[in-house]
C-alpha cells in the first residue's frame, strides 16, 4: 500500500513562501499522475497542482503563477514551492496520486499576519 508523509507546513505572513515535501513509500519512477491537493477550513478537497501522464503540469487557477510543483523520482519525493503566499491559502495540504489513495496526514499551512 502506498503512503503519503507531508511535511514543510508552517505560519507563514502574506507574502511569504513554504516549501512543502512528499515522501512516497514507493518508488514513484512510474506513478505519473500525482498532485498537491489543500483543502481549507469548511470547504471540500480542491487539486492545486499536478503532474499528468503527459508530462504536464497543471494549476489550479487560483495559484497558477504562485504555486510550482516538481518531484526528484530518484527521492521518491515530491515538492509544492508556494511564493507570495495569501491569507486564503491557508489550507492542509496534502499529496496523493490522481484519482486519489489513501490519504496521508497531511500538513497545515496557516498564512496570517
Known amino acids: 500500500q502506498v503512503q503519503f508523509v507531508e511535511s514543510g507546513g508552517g505560519l507563514v505572513q502574506p507574502g511569504g513562501s513554504l516549501r512543502l515535501s512528499c515522501t512516497v513509500s514507493k518508488s514513484i519512477y512510474s506513478i505519473y499522475n500525482m498532485g498537491w491537493y489543500r483543502q481549507a477550513p469548511g470547504k471540500q478537497r480542491e487539486l492545486v497542482a499536478r503532474f499528468n501522464s503527459g508530462g504536464w503540469l497543471n494549476y489550479a487557477d487560483s495559484v497558477k503563477g504562485r504555486f510550482t510543483i516538481s518531484r526528484d523520482s530518484a527521492k521518491n519525493t515530491m515538492y509544492l514551492q508556494m511564493n507570495s503566499l495569501k491569507p486564503e491559502d491557508t489550507a492542509v495540504y496534502y499529496c496523493?496520486?490522481?484519482?486519489?489513495?489513501?490519504w496521508g496526514q497531511g500538513t497545515q499551512v496557516t498564512v496570517s499576519s
Open positions: 496523493n496520486t490522481e484519482p486519489a489513495i489513501l
